[in-house]
């Protein structure tokens, strides 16, 4: 029980911090919104690290904080969180920087879709029934997530959500890389 506890504050806390900053940027007429990913702008590198914590408007916020809240609690699930987020949120802000197109990339959907791609890829990687049990909750709760893979408008940071999936997958490899490694 304790555990499940201790995984609820950890996604509340990053949401509240996601939403703080929110409220910050509605008050001062976006002034954050500037603080994104804008590709091989060496200048603009810190963006790595801002990007996902500022939103466009209420709208992106609350599509982004309802499957980060649910999909942070099944990758708590794995007890990677921390270590998922990490690689998610880092790898996908510096292949958006590296490969983005010219445009200020904002929002949490990389972490979200990095989530998913974790959850599916960790069914095959690191092969459970619990990981199984995950990924299909995924699946029958997110499995449109795949439409926002393939969604190239140009209001949408298409580079931010291959990214983060992309990042998923390549966290569940190494996270399962790692715990072989440490058994020989």
Same mark, same amino acid.
């Given at each position: 029980m304790k555990r499940?506890?201790?995984?609820? *504050?950890?996604?509340t806390v990053m949401l509240a911090v996601i939403w703080l900053i929110e409220i910050f940027n509605q008050f001062t007429n976006r002034s954050l919104n500037s603080f994104g990913v804008i590709p091989r702008n060496v200048d603009h590198a810190w963006g790595i690290l801002t990007a996902p914590l500022i939103h466009h408007n209420l709208a992106h916020i609350i599509g982004n904080s309802i499957p980060l809240f649910i999909l942070g609690i099944l990758?708590?699930?794995?007890?990677?969180?921390? *270590?998922?987020?990490?690689?998610?949120y880092i790898g996908s802000g510096i292949l958006v920087w590296v490969f983005g197109r010219s445009a200020i990339h904002i929002g949490a959907s990389s972490v979200v879709l990095g989530y998913w791609g974790f959850l599916l890829a960790n069914a095959w990687f690191n092969r459970s029934l619990v990981n199984i049990l995950l990924a299909v909750i995924t699946i029958l709760v997110y499995g449109g997530m795949i439409f926002s893979l393939l969604d190239?408008?140009?209001f949408i940071s298409f580079e931010s959500h291959i990214a983060g999936f992309l990042c998923g997958i390549v966290a569940a490899y190494s996270l399962k890389h790692r715990r072989l490694s440490t058994r020989s």
């Open positions: 499940q506890i201790d995984g609820l *504050k950890t996604i990758v708590f699930q794995s007890r990677q969180l921390i *270590k998922v987020t990490a690689i998610v190239f408008r140009q």
